[in-house]
Every structure is written in structure tokens, then in C-alpha cells.
Nanobody, 127 residues
């Protein structure tokens, strides 16, 4: 069982930045590919970004601006990050991190691929 926990959310003005963190207990997160998802009010859960076990590969949803969002990880710290810059009101959502063991990073696009989920952290962007 892996317990993952997100942090770093909050209220920020449009144009601001936040860095979300996802920390985990044993076993090490390096055993897992990781993904970030978000759910806006009244909307479906949607994929944001994924990263391979050693961090050498990343992928993003087509609707995510890679100039604004960056996923990364520090396995030595057992932590995955989502850096978000130039935030917009439409980025307002609860952001979740999740872990999966699939070999193919492409599986990160699919909710059913994941084995463990965090409780989420609220990001609110005011206009």
C-alpha cells in the first residue's frame, strides 16, 4: 500500500504560480510512474501530466500548455511536482496525484491504470 499526499494548493491571482507536491510513504515512488489529474467544479476528472519512474519521459494532455505546466520528480525525496505558471481562472480545480506500475507511460492517460490516489489539493485562481 502506498500513501500519496498532495500539498501546495491555494488561492492565487491570475498570472501567478504554484508548485504542487506529491509525497509518498514506502515503498519508494521510484517504483511507480506518476500522474497528475484535476477536477474542476461540475466537470469530469481529467488528466494533466504523467512522468516515468526515473523521470526521463513526460507526457501532457493536449489541452495543457506545456509552457505553463511542468511535471517533474525527485526520487531521492520521494516526491513528484507539478509546477504551474501563468495560472488562469480555468485552472481552478482539485488536483490529484496518482501512482501506477504500468510499464507503458502512455497508460498514464487512463484513470483505470492507477493503483493509488491522493486526496487532492485545491487550486483556486481568481481573476
Amino acid at each position: 500500500q502506498v500513501h500519496v499526499e498532495e500539498s501546495g494548493g491555494g488561492l492565487v491571482q491570475a498570472g501567478g504560480s504554484l508548485r504542487l507536491s506529491c509525497a509518498a510513504s514506502d515503498p519508494p515512488l521510484s517504483n511507480y510512474a506518476m500522474g497528475w489529474y484535476r477536477q474542476a467544479p461540475g466537470a469530469e476528472l481529467e488528466f494533466v501530466a504523467g512522468i516515468s519512474r526515473n523521470g526521463d519521459r513526460t507526457l501532457y494532455a493536449y489541452y495543457i500548455d506545456e509552457d505553463r505546466f511542468t511535471i517533474s520528480r525527485e526520487n531521492a525525496k520521494n516526491t513528484v511536482y507539478l509546477q504551474m505558471n501563468g495560472l488562469k481562472p480555468e485552472d481552478t480545480a482539485v488536483y490529484y496525484c496518482a501512482a501506477h506500475r504500468r510499464e507503458d507511460l502512455y497508460c498514464s492517460y487512463f484513470v483505470q491504470s492507477y493503483d493509488y490516489w491522493g486526496q487532492g489539493t485545491q487550486v483556486t485562481v481568481s481573476s
